[in-house]
Nanobody, 121 residues
Framework: QVRLVESGGGLAQAGDSLRLSCAAS????????MAWFRQVPGKEREFVAG??????AVDDPLKGRFSISEDNSKNMVYLQMNNLKPEDTAVYYC????????????????WGQGTLVTITS
């Protein structure tokens, strides 16, 4: 059973940076695809970034501001968010899955509880 716990969310101002962390336990090695999604109330959850081994991807509109990384020795996955904007306000979720299209929620079998990021102008 994979358990994911996010941290690092909070209140920030436009232009600030935040780094979200996801502590992943129960993974068998690093064969899982790890990803970050975000959700605004009333809207669907959307893909932010994913990583598997040396391969990573960030949703096109977020490229240049967001990046994903992982430290397998610590079982941690990170989302670095720079030059934050009010429209980045959302609950951010960490997810783990084995196979499938990275941008699809259905790919992921395990989800964290989410961490709220609020960006003020």
């Amino acid at each position: 059973q994979v358990r994911l716990v996010e941290s690092g969310g909070g209140l920030a101002q436009a232009g600030d940076s935040l780094r979200l962390s996801c502590a992943a336990s129960g993974r068998a090695g690093s064969r899982y695809v790890m990803a970050w999604f975000r959700q605004v109330p009333g809207k669907e959850r959307e893909f932010v970034a994913g990583i598997s081994g040396s391969t990573s991807a960030v949703d096109d509109p977020l490229k240049g501001r967001f990046s994903i990384s992982e430290d397998n020795s610590k079982n941690m996955v990170y989302l670095q968010m720079n030059n934050l904007k009010p429209e980045d306000t959302a609950v951010y979720y960490c997810a783990a899955g084995l196979v499938g299209q990275w941008t699809r929620e259905e790919t992921y079998d395990y989800w964290g509880q989410g961490t709220l990021v609020t960006i003020t102008s």
